[in-house]
């Protein structure tokens, strides 16, 4: 079912811009294909340490990249993404008001080492 249709999308400097999904496909295997793009997106052009808005399947989120060696390091707190849609776990919660992402009872990060050669992302680990 994942090869039965293309996902076109733009991609530009590092980024998803926009997607382009049939119709007819599952919304389970168009959300796989958004998590693969998420993986491919980078922001090489910024300067080490940089935080960057960065849209993905994830949501909007402040995203760290970080030179180490050859391997670039995107880092973010899942707690500090706006526009995720809640996923279903087996827990009953409550979202509490202001609570800072230190105290959420379930917290959340993503690290994603990325490996690119004469500007071409060769390799992505999350």
């Known amino acids: 079912i994942l090869e039965q249709h293309p996902l076109h999308f733009s991609f530009h ?18 959300n796989i294909k958004r998590g693969i793009l998420s993986v491919l997106q980078t922001a090489h052009e910024f300067p080490a340490g ?3 808005e960065e849209v993905d399947v994830l949501g909007i989120c ?3 990249y970080q030179q ?3 391997v670039l390091v995107k880092t973010r707190d899942l707690n500090l993404c706006s526009h995720r849609s809640s996923g279903w776990t087996s827990l009953q919660s409550v979202a509490l ?3 800072s992402s230190e105290q959420q009872i ?3 990060q993503l690290e994603c080492a990325q ?10 680990k999350c």
Not at 13 to 19: A, D, E, Q, S, T
Not at 115 to 124: F, N, P, Q, R, T
């Open 13 to 30: 400097h590092g980024k998803v811009l926009k997607l382009c999904p049939v119709k007819s496909e599952q919304t389970w295997a168009l």
């Open 50 to 52: 940089a935080v960057v």
């Open 62 to 64: 402040p995203t760290r």
């Open 68 to 70: 180490k060696g050859a």
């Open 97 to 99: 008001p202001h609570v």
């Open 106 to 108: 379930l917290s959340s």
């Open 115 to 124: 490996s690119i050669k004469d500007g071409v992302l060769e390799e992505a």
